[in-house]
RNA sequence: GCCCCGGUAGCUCAGCGGUAGAGCAGUGGACUCUUAAUCCACGGGUCCUGGGUUCGAAUCCCAGCCGGGGCACCA
């Protein structure tokens, strides 16, 4: 027999002895507690009122008659004064005995109903006269104590964390607090675009060309379509594109794209983009859009420029460091990488460490591109606009109006990482068709993330394609940068894992064991029926009986 | 895909050739304002899995599984 089974045994015991007591331990409610944060906030309105709150009972201290439960709700907790004569004011004492100190389990859902008021000790409390159990916990939270903001035995395993995200956000109100602000920063990009008349469309997540990007994708197969292989997007840029074609002059979409390549802790296979277009605008104007856009996001989310990451600090403030991709490349490297012949480039690349030959870099654009990723883009640490990239490395974006080696693009690198890419889209049919070409090559030399040629893509180009700037901006690793987290796993609610046989990783419920349904139906419907009963249980059953069906937002202010 | 590190009680961890440990959680008891409550007592283990070495393996070796970190990929 191990442990956690004889715990799950006494969670079958408390729970039939519930059972047995008229105690239905998942009852049919429908209420709106009080936020506990509300009532922190505002004790001072609701000092001497009557509360209702519900939440997770996550402590319990028994002090013989009295017993302090704490529960906590998904902004805050509360902590309950359960005194045995306030629940109980007659003479029988059985609920608060058994229910109260013996049958409710760390865990389990409660709703209380109570005075709001300050013990000697100062915490703020209620003073509790009803207590429901809304849902019987079958296992044990994996969280033992906590003072404050400090866990003791918090649940530290990433592979539980992750695998098991309910558990994570259970026992840690601070990982809720980052998806919380994940959406927020959404939501404040999302503000800023409308205001600036952007439109939000939807384009497909299945595409029969994938494109928009250098990347390895996903296949499925369409059975209704006789078996069409289509790919799940890796970009929506080409979409978005023809929607401009279209007519609709600035549109946007957040986009959940997949790709198919290495899981590391800024990459995972399917992430979240931002991806704007705007007609009649270029790379310039986009560069201090997305400046604005991306300041005004994080202040709103923030209430601050200067964000804590990595023990360091970012300084959103703007105008954020401009430099071109070739200053970049020369400050590291003290040389005019454009003037050196191969063989000297290649010589540098070696000397900065890099294993040209292992890693086949070929083309003289990946070579300067890797030299790019290892010597500068890891040391931009505040937000960086890097403009004008190889025109090589970037088919989908307009040839530099005045180097015609280099394409109108620019990265923002914050925090070591690449947050957004934009471009003067490409809007000549024959330099796209040029490009395709080139990619064409490229797949035929083995480069399977080489960009196929998108014939229809090409046929939307050539009705007239407004002169446009595009952006797109990666979301996970922006909020990685606004949570301060280290990995983007921390910002992905339910990361990518191996599958796992669950017995693996959790002992099997004895579902056998329990009483069974029938019984436990029964037991139920006698109680509701004996409604004059005087015992202590079914009195609270009556209690939540007794409840409104719905008080929509009564229950949310002082009475 | 490659390299390194880890996997021991529900949680966090110690133990690293000689009977499996601690704190918290759990169970029983005491306690009418506690808050990491406290005090007394008790229960709880496939030491990730499978081989091997050894008189003896949680411990050493090999393989595998899962996770983490790094590299590669992600222009």
């Known amino acids: 027999m191990s442990a956690v089974l004889d715990q799950l045994r006494e969670r079958i015991r408390s729970l039939t002895q519930l059972q047995t007591a008229g105690i239905d331990p998942y009852p049919y409610v429908s209420f709106e507690p ?7 906030q505002a004790f001072d309105e609701w000092q001497g009122k009557v509360a209702v709150v519900a939440g997770r009972l996550v402590a319990r201290r028994i002090m013989g008659a009295v017993t302090f439960l704490d529960i906590e709700d998904e902004a805050g907790r509360i902590q309950l004064y359960v005194h045995r004569d306030h629940i109980c004011p007659g003479e029988e004492k059985t609920f608060y ?36 159990l809304l849902a019987k916990a079958l296992r044990p939270p994996p969280i033992a104590k906590r003072k404050g903001e400090k866990a003791f035995s918090e649940l530290k395993d990433p592979e539980t964390r992750h695998r098991q995200r ?107 983009m931002l991806e704007v277009y705007i007609a009649y605008r270029d790379y310039q104007w986009m560069a201090q859009f997305t400046e604005q856009m991306l300041t005004e996001a994080i202040q709103r989310v923030a209430g601050t ?60 654009a990946q070579i300067i591109d890797k030299l790019f990723g290892t010597l500068v ?69 083995g480069d399977e993330e080489a960009m196929p040629f998108d014939e229809d893509f090409l046929l939307a180009m050539e009705y007239g394609m407004p002169p446009m700037a595009g952006l797109g901006v990666g979301i996970d690793r922006l909020t990685m940068l606004v949570t301060d987290q280290p990995a983007i796993q921390e910002v992905i609610l339910f990361p990518l894992m191996r599958v796992r046989p669950v017995h693996e990783y959790a002992v099997p419920f004895p579902y056998e064991e329990l009483p069974s349904v029938q019984a436990s139906m029964s037991v139920a419907s006698v109680h509701h029926r004996a409604s004059s009963s005087t015992s202590a249980a079914s009195r609270e059953l009556r209690a939540q009986q007794d409840l409104p069906v719905d008080q929509s937002g009564s229950e949310g202010s002082p009475r």
């Open 34 to 40: 009080v936020p506990t944060s509300r009532i922190h």
């Open 97 to 132: 005995r058994d229910v109260v100190r013996k049958w409710l389990d760390l865990g389990d859902i409660l709703r209380a109903e109570g005075t709001v008021f300050r013990t000697r000790t100062g915490e703020i409390s209620i003073d509790v006269r009803s207590l429901t």
């Open 377 to 445: 883009e890891p040391h931009l640490w505040n937000p960086t606009l890097v403009f004008d990239f190889p025109r090589e490395l970037s088919p989908l974006a307009k040839r530099h109006r005045q180097n015609p080696a280099l394409a109108e693009r620019f990265e923002l690198i914050c925090g070591g990482m690449e947050i957004a890419n934009a471009y003067t889209e490409q809007n000549i049919p024959w330099e796209q068709r040029a490009r395709f070409l080139e990619q064409q090559r490229e797949r035929e030399r």
């Open 166 to 272: 309910y558990l994570d956000l259970m026992v840690h109100p601070r990982v809720r607090e980052v998806f919380r602000r994940r959406t927020q920063l959404i939501d404040a990009i999302r503000s800023f675009l409308n205001r600036h008349n952007c439109l939000e469309v939807e384009t497909p997540v299945l595409h029969p060309v994938y494109g928009g990007a250098h990347a390895r994708p996903f296949q499925t197969t369409v059975y209704a379509l006789g078996n069409m292989p289509v790919y799940l997007r890796i970009a929506n840029e080409l979409y978005l594109k023809r929607l401009v074609i279209g007519g609709f002059e600035r549109v946007y979409e957040f986009s959940r794209d997949f790709r198919n390549e290495g899981i590391d802790r800024t990459h995972h296979p399917e992430f979240t």
């Open 305 to 364: 420029l200067l964000l804590p990451y990595s023990g360091k600090t970012i300084d959103w403030t703007p105008p954020w460091q401009r430099i071109t991709y070739l200053e970049g490349l020369r400050q590291a490297t003290g040389q005019d990488i454009q003037a050196l012949s191969d063989t000297a480039l290649r010589d540098l690349a070696i000397r900065a460490g890099i294993d040209v030959e292992g890693l086949k870099l070929t083309t003289r």
